[in-house]
């Protein structure tokens, strides 16, 4: 099955910095790659996505790249700020179809902290 | 819009008792859901995927008979601990799919047994 191994596992920044946080997966089948931001005691918010298909996404201060030759992709947040401290997940899937049905397999998490 | 509640937010119960939680997508519909659950400080651990109109899937370790999974329609979805025990303590977070890959969470439920 699909393995997903995210690093760093805590992250901590100076407000105004850029933060980087990368994955890796194992699955050469997994053409979608979300990342996902959890604040404490809420669910995980969908931030930004990429598809295999693509190599970088932007999104105001949030960028996505994917290197499927390698199979990893990145999130990068530039200009922090204090609200974007939380825990940031990536996850791979592919399309939903047979017994798929789309699941997410989920890096371990990585917390960031953005000190004002 | 994809938006997805849970209902209840938290509750707290006696061990030996059963808890329902719904999960619902309020603005589009969901062939497909998703029950997780999360430790603290850790990563999201998939128990189950639910299908509109067939029988739960369930990953390896958990329990069918004791995690009960209902998706009678394309917006609800219910998991039911039976039995709960001060063990099944924890953080539950569904999400409903759109699309072929798209998952939206919703906002979970913390489960306290005493």
């Known amino acids: 099955g699909e393995n997903v191994e995210q690093h760093p596992s805590t992250l901590s920044v100076q407000e105004g910095d850029s933060a980087v946080i990368k994955c890796t997966y194992s699955?050469?089948?997994?053409?979608?790659f979300p990342w996902y931001k959890q604040e404490l005691g809420k669910g995980p918010q969908l931030i930004i996505d990429i598809r295999s298909n693509v190599g970088e996404k932007k999104d105001q201060r949030i960028a996505v790249t994917l290197n499927k030759t390698a199979k990893h992709f990145s999130l990068h947040i530039t200009e922090t700020q204090p609200e974007d401290s939380a825990v940031y997940f990536c996850a791979a899937s592919k399309n939903a179809g047979g017994t798929s049905y789309g699941k997410l397999t989920f890096g371990q998490g990585t917390i960031l902290t953005v000190h004002p | 819009g994809a938006v997805v509640s849970q209902h209840p937010s938290r509750v707290i119960c006696k061990s030996g008792t059963s808890v329902k939680i719904e999960c619902r997508s309020l603005?589009?519909?969901?062939?497909?859901m998703f029950w997780y659950r999360q430790f603290p400080k850790k990563s999201l651990m998939l128990m189950a995927t639910?299908?509109?109109?067939?029988?739960?899937?369930?990953e390896q370790g958990v329990e069918k008979d004791k995690f009960l999974i209902n998706h009678a329609s394309l917006t609800l979805s219910t998991l039911t601990v039976t039995s709960a025990h001060p063990e099944d303590s924890s953080f539950y977070i569904c999400s409903a799919r759109k699309g072929v890959n798209e998952q939206f969470f919703g906002p979970g439920t913390r489960l306290t047994v005493l």
């Open positions: 699955d050469s089948a997994s053409n979608y």
């Open positions: 639910s299908n509109e109109g067939s029988k739960a899937t369930y």
């Open positions: 603005d589009f519909q969901a062939t497909t």
